[in-house]
């Protein structure tokens, strides 16, 4: 949702009815994950994927449908069925995609929190009898709750929220979709350094929000990070300890000075972030480790550093660097390593 929220916002202003096809499940090569969305207007205007492309023509004729008549629909496209040919689904795989009108009244708190990097899991009937299809609730944070179903689908919203994974529950009379909506990706980057310059481009690229940590004005700057969403001229210990890392955010220590490096290190490693990685060679990750290791850092904390940061990508540009440094951070909140 969140990368067509502006889009959405726009078109109601409008006053342009809105359909928005979800992602609720997916087979085998299917290229957008459970939650992908895909917003639509009846006069042909499209925001986000559901597919990558494949069943995007489908799924828009769908829209358009439900947009007419009100009725939501639960879809499936798969290599197995007649028409997986026909709306372009013959890589391998499966997909199930809800399509419903846009709910105002629902819209409204739960654009308000994407906007405030606040997560939310949206709770929706997606098969069921026909006055209960498209029903739904939101959970916030906060604990609040918008819109109503029952206690049951409450309680399964408020697991979801509390586990940050989207997911589709099934029952003999009907199935809900809870979708979880997280708050971007955070990329914290301790150090001002040539490589971080390349660093916060391709992360804001992918969606991170980037932040800067450095306390030498002279390399942390907004004239040298002009994508940066925010610059902290702070010691990274203080720095780290008021921006709360969280599951949601990736910290890369870049300065190659102890003074610096081991601060954000010892305030980086035992906090909630998905990901921790730092610059240096074998040689030089040796002997930061040994320091962390006669500071009190326990093994199970100090496992969590990836160093020497990045993939091995055998890249020697600040750029090429970046890239290696940015895969190994995807790959870890993926799950892939």
């Not at 028409?83 to 199930?96: E, F, I, P, R």
């Not at 990329?187 to 992360?203: K, M, N, Q, R």
Request: charged share 25%.
């Amino acid at each position: 949702m969140r990368d067509i929220l502006s889009d959405i916002e726009g078109w109601r202003g409008e006053g342009r009815p809105i359909a928005v096809a979800t992602v609720v499940e997916t087979w085998g090569s299917a290229p957008r994950p459970a939650g992908g969305k895909m917003a639509l207007t009846a006069d042909g205007r499209i925001a986000g994927s559901v597919s990558g492309g494949c069943v995007e023509n489908a799924v828009v004729e769908a829209g358009k449908k439900t947009l007419s008549s009100g009725t939501p629909q639960l879809l499936h496209y798969g290599v197995s069925d007649d028409t997986a040919w026909s709306v372009g689904l013959a890589c391998g795989g499966s997909l199930d995609v809800f399509v419903e009108r846009l709910d105002p009244a629902l819209f409204e708190p739960v654009g308000a929190a994407l906007r405030a990097q606040k997560p939310v899991a949206i709770a929706t009937i997606i098969r069921g009898p026909e006055g209960d299809l498209g029903r739904k609730l939101a959970v916030f944070e906060d604990g609040t709750v918008a819109g109503a179903i029952d206690d049951a689908v409450l309680a399964e919203a408020r697991a979801a929220l509390a586990s940050g994974a989207s997911r589709r529950i099934p029952s003999e009379d009907r199935e809900i979709f809870v979708d979880v909506l997280r708050p971007s990706p955070r990329l914290v980057i301790v150090g001002g350094v040539h490589i971080a310059v390349a660093l916060v481009t391709l992360a804001k690229t992918l969606g991170f929000r980037t932040i800067l940590v450095d306390p030498r004005e002279t390399f942390g700057n907004a004239k040298r990070f002009p994508h940066a969403d925010e610059i902290v001229n702070d010691w990274p210990d203080a720095a780290l300890q008021r921006l709360a890392p969280d599951s949601s955010t990736a910290v890369a220590v870049l300065t190659h000075d102890p003074k610096l490096d081991d601060p954000a290190l010892l305030a980086a490693l035992p906090s909630r972030a998905f990901y921790v990685g730092a610059l240096g060679s074998k040689r030089t990750q040796e002997k930061r480790r040994a320091r962390l290791v006669e500071t009190g850092v326990a093994p199970d904390v100090l496992a969590r550093l990836h160093g020497p940061i990045g993939l091995p990508l055998g890249g020697r540009s600040p750029e090429e660097i970046a890239v290696a440094i940015l895969a190994e951070i995807v790959a870890t909140r993926n799950g892939a390593l």
